[in-house]
């Protein structure tokens, strides 16, 4: 590590210049996370204005419904418990609220979750059909009904000269039955979960648009390096049902194109092949089991016609995301939802019990938000079955809920955003400077910039510029501290000149990473996998903002340890399958970064490991962006890893069994991290509790306060005052005496 002790760090001053500049600089991010931002898959029941729904129909208005409600009372199909004569309203209701809704009547367009203001539309068609009527037992006339229907709107927007599917699904719609005897809308609505398949699947040609149309407002239609993009969608399965999280895009390949014209020939449409994964990983065979919670990566890349799937890459349940819906999702939880659930939506439609049953089941499995909906709706077919209390209790559920979860972790990552010395934003603002007054020193800092992106071509080119304004005198009038500086760059960019003839060739770049493979390699996608669920946990589970990581992915150990062993005798060891490599210069305001690369090999003896491997690093180099490169305690800086890989494996049980063995490391231990064998196992288990312990007690921003604090040179243990209160012996204590074992 190049040390220069005395040196003064002439790009500090850049920084706070250039702060200002910073919110334009963003607009030209290459590549940013796009994400699957959809209604919350099991909505609150939707209030709406409570009316008839029966708006006359305009001339030219299409329905798409039968008229004919009691000839379709009378040939049968509808699951309900209702006499004809009720049954037969109810349909004719139904058709009414479609007629009304195909004249962009503002009351039902919003019943249906669309934009209320009928100004927006040129036409609409509805298909709809009432597959289920419930109404509440009484001693008299029945007073409230349920009702399930299938719907799909489809309809042509002001503007545009093509129609769209707008809106479609099942929804189950509460009536009430007014003082005349007729049926009417209460305006409470509840949508069932989204098919997870066709949520995915519309997300693949929303991007596939999206590239389009970028593409043709950009010219590029005819580059090929435009082809080179890869669509990345997330999904979670929780009790036997899947839930779409989020999507992103990598700007890069996998395949060559030969290879993937083979792949896309055999392949079907994008849609075909989501659904074919999907149901390949539900089989129990295949995910672990039937009760297998996780989440699963599809990755496709672009293809002449379509998004050609490459493979589906499983990542099982963490300690730290799932551990609370292990036993609630065990193969008996989970088959009796089953059971629950197509009692519902058979025979037991209308009866209250039934739909409280499969709250409670669904309730003990996480999935809050549809437990709440059948909460309300064994509520509404008998009154009191459930209470107020009860469903006040169950409203405040809705938040835990994945796929609510999911959303409001995909707004906080937008908020947090990118750190603010991200290069993409500094190349932004050098570029503008050295325009302006090209200096010999900003062109290699643009260089180093452009390294730390991977991105060669750029690194060398500076370089290359740098060294013909060396030639012509560049040199002159500099201070030594100035010399310094471009004696050092200059090394450390021939040198990643030099390291890039060695290094796999194929980049594929997001925001945050730079991974480098071998062409045609299939072993990146678990890696590529791997990397988004890490950087999603750094911002979900910690809110730190993330500058860019370069990753490079070896085909074998032998090469993996060929190249990291040059600087780590780390490299050369056979239990080491991942290995972060940092380069440091110390500078009177500090140490600074020149570079980091996180090298990996998928080891096939570990294969299941690699989102905890690549996670680990990726925390490790989370923890070095808070602190600035300063020391941070060990046990510290590991317990954040170990909680960004989703928990140490066995963490808690250890723990747990150390304790009343009265065998528990000691915090002078802990900080001394001088462990091996059994003892560096409890050690880890130990620092990720800790780590537990203070985000459950002061909350996740005091892991964070702690890190920064060290980055602006406070003493650790002042640090741990400042954020906690009290010292790390007394967290030790307090740990001991508190923490949930």
């Excluded at 209030?47 to 008839?52: E, I």
């Excluded at 949520?199 to 593409?215: F, H, K, P």
């Excluded at 390949?280 to 996780?294: D, E, V």
């Amino acid at each position: 590590m190049p040390v220069l002790s005395c040196v003064r760090n002439p790009f500090l001053g850049w920084r706070r210049a250039n702060q200002a500049a910073l919110s334009l600089a963003a607009l030209s991010i290459p590549l940013l996370f796009w994400f699957l931002v959809t209604l919350p898959l099991t909505a609150r029941a939707q209030q709406v204005p409570a009316g008839r729904g029966t708006a006359d129909r305009p001339a030219g208005a299409s329905s798409g419904v039968s008229s004919n409600a009691a000839a379709i009372v009378e040939a049968g199909g509808l699951v309900t418990n209702a006499s004809a004569g009720d049954a037969t309203e109810i349909v004719q209701l139904f058709q009414e609220l479609s007629t009304s809704l195909a004249a962009r009547n503002a009351t039902e367009l919003k019943l249906f979750g669309l934009d209320e203001n009928p100004a927006k539309y040129v036409s609409l068609s509805v298909t709809a059909r009432v597959t289920h009527i419930a109404v509440a037992p009484s001693a008299e006339a029945p007073t409230s009904a349920l009702v399930r229907q299938r719907f799909r709107i489809a309809g042509t927007l002001a503007g545009e000269a093509f129609n769209n599917n707008l809106a479609g699904g099942i929804q189950d719609v509460a009536l009430m039955r007014l003082a005349d005897g007729r049926w009417a809308f209460t305006g409470r609505r509840w949508s069932l979960p989204a098919n997870a398949i066709q949520v995915l699947s519309s997300a693949a040609r929303e991007e596939w648009q999206t590239l389009l149309d970028s593409e043709t407002e950009d010219g590029a239609a005819g580059n090929a390096a435009s082809h080179d993009v890869l669509l990345h969608l997330v999904a979670e399965r929780r009790a036997g049902r899947w839930i779409a999280l989020r999507r992103s895009r990598w700007n890069g390949r996998v395949f060559e194109p030969a290879n993937l014209a083979t792949r896309e020939r055999r392949q079907g449409d994008s849609e075909s092949w989501i659904s074919e994964q999907i149901a390949k990983w539900s089989n129990p065979n295949t995910s672990g089991g039937l009760a297998a919670t996780g989440t699963l990566h599809l990755i496709l890349q672009r293809g002449t016609r379509d998004w050609v799937g490459l493979d589906g890459v499983w990542e099982g349940g963490s300690q730290t995301r799932n551990a609370r819906n292990r036993e609630t999702n065990s193969g008996e939880a989970v088959a009796t939802i089953a059971r629950l659930r197509m009692a519902v939506e058979s025979s037991s439609y209308g009866n209250a019990i039934a739909h409280r049953d499969l709250a409670q089941a669904l309730s003990q499995a996480g999935l809050f938000g549809e437990a709440a909906d059948e909460w309300e709706k064994a509520e509404l077919l008998r009154p009191g079955l459930v209470g107020a209390q009860r469903l006040q209790e169950v409203a405040a559920q809705r938040a835990a809920d994945p796929a609510m979860r999911a959303a409001r972790e995909l707004q906080d990552e937008a908020r947090i955003g990118l750190v603010d010395d991200h290069p993409t934003f500094t190349i932004n603002a050098l570029v503008r400077e050295q325009r302006s007054q090209p200096t010999l020193l900003r062109a290699l800092r643009l260089g180093l910039e452009y390294s730390k992106l991977g991105d060669d071509a750029g690194g060398a080119s500076y370089l290359t510029l740098a060294q013909q304004m060396m030639r012509q005198g560049g040199l002159n009038r500099l201070s030594n501290d100035e010399r310094a500086w471009i004696e050092l760059l200059l090394d450390h960019l021939e040198e990643r000149k030099r390291l890039a003839l060695i290094k796999p060739p194929n980049p594929i770049r997001s925001a945050l990473f730079t991974v480098r493979s071998w062409p045609n390699e299939a072993s990146v996608l678990p890696l590529l996998a791997s990397l988004e669920s890490s950087q999603h946990t750094v911002y979900a589970d910690f809110r730190i903002p993330m500058g860019s990581t370069e990753v490079v992915l070896w085909s074998s150990q032998s090469e993996f340890q060929s190249y990291t062993s040059r600087f780590s005798a780390q490299g050369s060891s056979e239990f080491v399958a991942a290995l972060t490599l940092t380069k440091l210069i110390a500078t009177e305001e500090g140490p600074w970064v020149l570079g980091e690369e996180i090298n990996v090999f998928i080891d096939p003896r570990l294969e299941n490991n690699t989102f905890s491997t690549v996670a680990h690093e990726y925390g490790h180099v989370a923890v070095r962006q808070l602190s600035r490169g300063r020391t941070v305690p060990v046990w510290f800086n590991e317990g954040v890893a170990a909680a960004v890989e989703g928990g140490y494996d066995g963490y808690v049980l250890r723990v747990r069994n150390a304790r009343a063995a009265n065998r528990l490391l000691t915090m002078r231990e802990m900080q001394e991290w001088n462990v091996d064998g059994e003892r560096a196992f409890l050690a880890y288990s130990q620092a990720n509790s800790m780590i537990d312990f203070i985000v459950e007690k002061w909350g996740a921003n005091a892991v964070l306060e702690i890190l920064r604090q060290i980055g602006r040179d406070v003493a650790p243990e002042d640090a741990f005052r400042s954020a906690l209160g009290i010292s790390s012996g007394q967290l030790w204590q307090r740990w001991i005496q508190e923490a949930s074992f």
